[in-house]
């Protein structure tokens, strides 16, 4: 039997890789939402086997008559403002945009009494926040040290489904991903950043210097295509109710990174420390324990961190 599946922002970076990888498995029919036409070209490959529809989620209205028409067997809900740095810019629109377009959804599930429908909510590993030494690796009941306005958006919208789970019986899955990076990633993360820069570098669009900022965090780096498969196994094997940290449980420093894709390229690349990068504040050390997942899934990451690293490198290779 087909199941009807909804992705919110399925043309951001996660939510393309998702499509792809549920077109791949060819036993569901797709529809997901987005707001900006140019997000549409990284759904090219899978464009023609799925359904598209432009809504703003924070439109409560909108929202309501998309799901009661939809009537959704299983939802990802993963549209969101996702940068951490840009909301240290912005935080009034992070928090408003991430926590309203939630409860508009989780509303409308509500009210249109789709009790069987299995909901997948994607929280966030910046929740963690400053996390002592001795507390690593991180699992879901380490305590919450929200750094930035984005981490707290995203406390507000793993507690919003716990809190319909609870009060209304919604079938409420929780994930916290940790660092996830790849193809189509924006600029606004790091790992995408170096590798823009690098290829335009590599063409002679800029000078073969690399302004940085903080290089000393380290964090727990998985490739969004293993991401996607275990959001899409979290929907399936998970408990209604129950949240789950997922990440490789590897930590690495971001100067290991720079060097890595630096050594992908013929580039000389010149690095220079920039102040002006430097975030307000920034979590030293973010490494995930998924042993909880992993029990009850068996998952774990397969693709390479230099296959992710590659990849990346090519894709800027290729748009810029």
């Not at 009537?71 to 408003?96: G, N, Q, W």
Request: hydrophobic fraction near 40%; include cysteine.
């Amino acid at each position: 039997m087909r199941r009807k599946v909804f992705i919110t922002g399925i043309s951001g970076f996660a939510g393309s890789h998702l499509a792809e990888y549920l077109v791949s498995r060819g036993n569901c029919d797709i529809i997901g939402t987005y707001l900006s036409k140019d997000s549409l070209d990284n759904l090219a490959r899978v464009k023609d086997a799925i359904s598209l529809v432009k809504v703003n989620l924070t439109n409560e209205e909108k929202v309501f008559d998309l799901i009661e028409s939809l009537r959704p067997d299983f939802i990802f809900h993963l549209a969101a403002l996702p940068s951490t740095a840009d909301s240290f810019k912005i935080p009034a629109p992070t928090i408003e945009n991430n926590v309203v377009a939630e409860l508009n959804l989780l509303s409308a599930i509500k009210d249109s009494n789709l009790l069987n429908t299995k909901i997948l909510i994607v929280s966030s590993a910046e929740i963690y926040g400053l996390v002592k030494k001795e507390d690593l690796p991180i699992d879901e009941e380490t305590k919450l040290m929200p750094t930035s306005p984005y981490a707290v958006s995203k406390i507000t919208q793993d507690f919003l489904g716990l809190q319909y789970c609870l009060s209304y019986n919604l079938k409420i899955i929780r994930v916290r991903p940790f660092n996830h990076i790849g193809p189509r990633q924006s600029p606004n993360f790091v790992v995408a950043d170096f590798a823009k820069d690098i290829s335009e570098i590599e063409k002679g669009k800029r000078k073969p210097i690399l302004h940085v900022g903080n290089l000393e965090s380290k964090r727990d780096f998985t490739d969004v295509r293993d991401m996607v498969r275990a959001y899409t196994i979290a929907l399936e094997k998970g408990k209604f109710g129950e949240v789950y940290n997922i990440g490789s449980g590897v930590s690495y420093r971001i100067s290991d990174i720079l060097r890595k894709l630096i050594l992908l390229s013929k580039a000389k690349i010149t690095i220079l420390s920039d102040k002006s990068l430097f975030r307000p504040i920034d979590n030293p050390e973010l490494v995930c324990d998924a042993s909880k997942f992993k029990r009850l899934t068996n998952w774990k990451p397969e693709i390479r961190l230099s296959t992710t690293l590659k990849d990346t490198l090519d894709y800027w290779r290729s748009i810029v």
